[in-house]
């Protein structure tokens, strides 16, 4: 289940309560993902699990569940240096050591690691909407890139915000990331970037705490279809309850404007997540 792999868990008594939580949800049901096909009595226990791992989330965030009240430097957010002006690909460019949880006694990057992904889908709208300027912001050319195909373009971008993924919280990071920046390169209609960044949100939220309860700690006794299910209402669940999150106008911010507002409206989900608000 998850994203976690062989990750064995932290281990600690706020994710054992969200996967008590987690457990205690019921498999059965009807088969399908929507909130809607929940079984009576299930949206409470679904509330239940978000308020323990906002909670889990909050606690072991590096920044206690709030950003700094100074936004991060976006030269501390990417993997990929831009000294010397270069692109990713460029002489003036170096890899780093990823930015997010590296070690298994590290504390999570929750609030930071929610910045860094909206770096990389900044750079994709900045990519649909011809802006060189903000794609400078993180060492990309708006030339080198539109000589790519949206594959390779996608690539590039992630490779140079995220890097490679060394942590299991790193691959969730990225496989939220890549979701929405795929969907603003990719879709006919790229989504709004208020929605896009609401969705990273909810994406990143959802794919952390998959880690957990995906990892060797989760004691569920599940079928396979039964986990699929019980995922599928918690991602459901959890986009149902950051529907109408405040998000203010991000059309014409820069990158670094935009990944602060990442990191503030993750802090406020979390709060609202715990409150059993919508």
């Given amino acids: 289940m998850g994203t976690s792999g062989s990750y064995g868990g932290s281990g600690k008594a706020d994710w054992r309560q969200a996967h008590d939580a987690f457990d205690a949800l019921s498999g059965s049901g009807a088969a399908g993902g929507d909130w809607a096909d929940l ?51 460029g002489a003036g460019g170096g890899t780093r050591t990823p930015t997010g949880r590296a070690t298994g006694d590290a504390r999570r990057q929750v609030i930071r690691g929610s910045a860094r992904g909206a770096a990389a889908v900044a750079g994709a709208y900045a990519l649909r909407n011809g802006d060189a300027t903000r794609l400078a912001e993180l060492g990309l050319d ?62 990143w939220i959802y794919e952390l705490s998959l880690v957990e309860l995906g990892s060797q700690k989760a004691q569920g006794d599940l079928t396979p279809q039964q986990a699929i299910r019980k995922q599928r209402w918690l991602r459901s669940w959890l986009e149902r309850r950051l529907k109408h999150l405040a998000i203010p106008d991000t059309s014409r911010m820069a990158v670094r404007d935009f990944s602060a507002t990442a990191a503030k409206v993750t802090g406020e989900a979390l709060r609202l997540l715990r409150a059993g608000r919508s």
């Fill in 39 to 89: 079984p009576d009595g299930q949206q409470q226990s679904l509330d239940n699990v978000l308020d323990a791992l906002a909670t889990a989330l909050q606690n072991e965030d590096a920044d206690h569940g709030a950003p700094p009240a100074t936004a991060y430097p976006l030269s501390s957010l990417l993997a990929t240096s831009t000294q010397g002006g270069a692109g990713a690909g």
């Fill in 142 to 203: 708006l030339a080198e890139l539109r000589s790519l195909g949206p594959r390779a373009q996608i690539s590039r971008i992630l490779q140079t915000v995220l890097g490679n993924a060394g942590h299991p919280d790193e691959t969730a990071l990225r496989k939220a990331a890549t979701r929405w920046v795929k969907a603003v390169i990719l879709d006919p209609e790229p989504p709004a970037q208020q929605d896009g960044l609401r969705g990273l949100v909810v994406e």
